[in-house]
């Protein structure tokens, strides 16, 4: 069958109804689909990237309640309150390994777990800006923890840590801390605000 012919009769196939067409001759209607442009071909890519840590909505704003102390357990500067525990979750966090440095240039190295950067900040004491002031009373400021029990350093930058991707948790502890400043009893406040950076 000439080109002429088959095109000719493609053409009264695709009237008749589209069922009909294909059983009579699959060929032809194939044929003149493809030259009426009636097909294409769509190329899709794309790509995976790794999850970064989130944190976990329960963590991202806690009220944390230091409890009552008396004034007699604050009488030398440094006396502190028992420590708070305080526990940030993250999320999503992958497996990998880690060779970040902070600004200080410490290294976090680990062949399989992941590394985060996390700063503290506050309004520091007048009279010991290692420690957030708080409203409300006087004498006292909040001091930072970290699971080591050493000092977290608020306003001093990010620090690095290697984090178990499994359970995704970070513990810290925080204390009420006796100041130079005269003590004043009474009810107190802070707002301690904190940074992630997944690396």
Not at 66 to 80: K, P, Y
Not at 84 to 109: E, F, I, K
Not at 129 to 149: A, I
Request: aromatic share 6%.
């Amino acid at each position: 069958m000439s080109n002429k012919i088959r095109q000719v009769s493609a053409h009264k196939l695709a009237q008749w109804s589209p069922l009909l067409a294909a059983l009579l001759a699959p060929a032809a209607l194939a044929e003149y689909d493809q030259n009426s442009g009636r097909h294409g071909v769509l190329h899709v890519a794309g790509s995976m990237t790794e999850s970064a840590c989130r944190l976990h909505m329960g963590s991202a704003n806690q009220a944390i309640d230091l409890g009552n102390v008396g004034t007699a357990e604050l009488q030398r500067v440094g006396d502190r309150t028992p420590p708070m525990h305080v526990q940030l979750r993250l999320q999503d966090c992958a497996r990998g390994a880690s060779t970040a440095r902070d600004a200080q240039g410490n290294l976090a190295w680990s062949a399989s777990l992941p590394s985060v950067s996390l700063s503290f900040s506050g309004v520091q004491d007048h009279f010991n800006p290692e420690l957030v002031r708080v409203e409300g009373v006087g004498g006292v400021g909040l001091r930072l923890l970290d699971r080591h029990r050493r000092d977290v350093g608020v306003g001093q930058g990010a620090k690095l840590l290697l984090l178990d991707a499994d359970s995704g948790l970070l513990d810290y502890y925080i204390s009420a801390e006796r100041t130079a400043a005269p003590l004043q009893a009474g009810r107190y406040s802070s707002l301690v605000m904190f940074g992630l950076s997944y690396d």
